[in-house]
């Protein structure tokens, strides 16, 4: 089986069913009007878990095991906080840049 890479530019989120985080990402990167990529690992984590993970650990250079697993631009963000997080910093700086 191979597994979705993070898309190059944007949020891609890695998800699974019955993750009360993953749904309060998406709805974050929506109300934010931020595009996102959504990847539903349920397959994933049914037929090829252990692959799966050390696919994930390969791409953010830890162990991670925990969901939902956001990217930007194909770098690791974190789960729900660690998104929020950057998406309020980010929006801060961006701001800041271009207030009129």
């Known amino acids: 089986m191979e597994f979705n890479k993070p898309n ?13 985080n993953c749904l309060k990402v998406k709805a974050l990167l929506k109300e934010k009007n931020l595009v996102f990529n959504e ?37 690791f ?7 929020k997080d950057f998406i309020n910093k980010t929006l801060i700086s961006f701001e800041e840049t271009f207030s009129f």
């Open 77 to 83: 963000i974190g789960g729900f906080n660690e998104t």
């Open 39 to 75: 990847i539903d690992c349920d397959e994933y984590l049914i037929e090829n878990k252990e692959n799966f993970l050390f696919f994930i650990e390969d791409l953010v250079k830890k162990s991670c095991r925990v969901f939902p697993m956001v990217f930007n631009d194909t770098s």
């Open 8 to 20: 190059e530019t944007g949020f891609t989120v890695y998800s699974k069913s019955g993750c009360p």
